[in-house]
C-alpha cells in the first residue's frame, strides 16, 4: 500500500468516527442512522476505499457502541458488503447503477446486525420484537441512509474525483 493509499485512507476512517460520532445516539442499536454509512459508497469509485471505510467502521464502533461484539459483527457486515459491491462492479457500467447496487446489498445485508442485536443486545424489549421486524427496522434505517448518499455522493464525485483522490 502506498503511502497516498494510507493517508487517504485514514482521513477516510477519521471521517467515518467523526460523523459517527456526531450522531451517536442514532447510530446504534434498534433504529439506526448512522450517516456515516454513506462513505460506503467510496468503493464504487475506487477500491481502494475499502481500508478506510472499514477502519472507521472498526474504530466507531469499538468507541461508542453499547455491545462490545458489535465491533466483529459491524466490521464483517462492512467488510462483506463493500466486497460484494467491489465484486459486482465489473460488471456493472455507470456509478449511479453500482451506488444502487451498493445500497441493496448493504440493505439486505442488515440482516446481520439484526441478528447480532437480536442474540448479543441486552434490552428486554427486543426479546418481544420479532426478528423480522428488527430487520426491516435496521434495514429500513440503513436504505434511507445509503439511498440520501447516492446523489451527495455522485455531486461530489464531480468535484473531487474520488477515483484520483487515492
Known amino acids: 500500500m502506498n503511502v497516498r493509499t494510507m493517508a487517504t485512507s485514514g482521513v477516510i476512517a477519521a471521517l467515518y468516527v467523526a460523523v459517527t460520532f ?6 446504534f442499536m434498534l433504529v439506526q442512522f448512522r450517516v456515516s454509512e454513506i462513505f460506503n459508497h467510496l468503493v464504487v469509485f475506487n477500491k481502494k476505499y475499502i481500508f478506510g471505510i472499514v477502519i472507521g467502521v472498526l474504530v466507531a464502533n469499538f468507541l461508542f457502541s453499547p455491545i462490545l461484539v458489535d465491533v466483529v459483527f459491524g466490521v464483517f457486515h462492512s467488510l462483506l458488503a463493500l466486497s460484494i459491491t467491489i ?7 455507470g456509478i449511479i447503477k453500482r451506488m444502487l447496487v451498493n445500497t441493496a446489498v448493504f440493505t439486505i445485508l442488515m440482516i446481520i446486525i439484526a441478528y447480532q442485536l437480536k442474540i448479543f443486545a441486552d434490552i428486554p424489549d427486543y426479546n418481544g420484537i420479532p426478528f423480522l421486524s428488527v430487520y426491516l427496522i435496521l434495514a429500513l434505517g440503513e436504505f434511507i441512509i445509503m439511498a440520501i448518499g447516492v446523489p451527495i455522493m455522485y455531486a461530489l464525485n464531480k468535484r473531487l474525483d474520488f477515483k484520483k483522490l487515492i
Open 22 to 27: 456526531l450522531i451517536v445516539p442514532f447510530g
Open 87 to 93: 465484486i459486482s462492479a465489473k460488471f456493472i457500467k
